[in-house]
């Protein structure tokens, strides 16, 4: 499996780790509220696009500063400054 991963091209190795952030930056969010609250439920009808609106403005800011190009290509210093700068803007977002 993972030999399959690595032959894939760039932009379906972007396209799933976009997919793998759009799931797990809500599940993020739901948890760290939940850590936080010590109240473990699913969110109400009225509060689930609080948990859709963490996907839908940290991937465009993690696409734009060039994150997912940044991992694929390479790991490095740079690569890491990026990280802590798209996660910093998305939080402060």
């Keep these: 499996m993972l030999r399959m991963i690595v032959n894939l091209p760039r ?7 976009a ?8 599940l993020s969010l739901w948890t760290a509220i939940g850590l936080r609250l ?3 439920h699913f969110p109400q009808i009225h509060a689930w696009w609080v948990y859709a609106l963490t ?3 940290a991937i465009p800011i993690f696409m734009c500063l060039g994150l997912y190009r940044a991992v ?10 990026m990280i802590v700068l798209a996660v910093t803007l998305s939080v402060w977002a």
Excluded: C, E, N, Q
């Excluded at 694929?72 to 400054?81: K, W």
């Design 11 to 17: 932009s379906a190795k972007i396209t799933v780790m």
């Design 19 to 26: 997919a793998a952030d759009a799931v797990l930056l809500p």
């Design 38 to 40: 010590d109240f473990w």
């Design 55 to 57: 996907s839908v403005l």
């Design 72 to 81: 694929v290509r390479y790991m490095g210093s740079r690569a890491m400054l």
